[in-house]
């Protein structure tokens, strides 16, 4: 069973810096090289929006245009800890942020990011006050 479990939201002054964990756990990444890996956010009243996307299939990674340049989507080498570091927040990064993952699927560039993933984790709250 594939489970996804986040991990490292707080409370973050604007400015500030924190880093998200995603442990990913029962993927055999190696027998199935397709897929894709998401962060996502969720604020009160509005939709879930992707923020940090990649695919296996695509060398570069896709970053939603209100986080470009402040927050880094990365890797351990063995895939199955994905990390969101988030640099200069501002209050309206204040969200449920999660990680989502879309099973054995070749995601092309222009696909990244839409909200098809398989499987979600439960959601870290960050909350950025200023």
């Known amino acids: 069973e594939v489970q996804l479990v986040e991990s490292g939201g707080g409370l973050v002054q604007a400015g500030g810096s924190l880093r998200l964990s995603c442990e990913i756990s029962?993927?055999?990444?190696?027998?199935?090289?397709?897929?894709?890996i998401g962060w996502y956010r969720q604020a009160p009243g509005k939709e879930r929006e992707g923020v940090a996307c990649?695919?296996?299939?695509?060398?570069?990674?896709y970053y939603a245009d209100s986080v470009k340049g402040r927050f880094t989507f990365s890797t351990n080498n063995g895939k199955d800890t994905v990390y969101l570091q988030m640099n200069s927040v501002k209050p309206e990064d204040t969200a449920v942020y999660y990680c989502?993952?879309?099973?054995?699927?070749?995601?092309?560039?222009?696909?990244?990011?839409?909200?098809?993933?398989?499987?979600w984790g439960k959601g870290t709250q960050v909350t950025v006050y200023s």
């Open positions: 029962g993927y055999a990444f190696d027998e199935y090289p397709d897929y894709a």
């Open positions: 989502g993952i879309e099973l054995n699927t070749v995601v092309t560039e222009k696909l990244l990011c839409r909200n098809a993933m398989d499987l």
């Open positions: 990649l695919s296996s299939r695509v060398e570069s990674i």
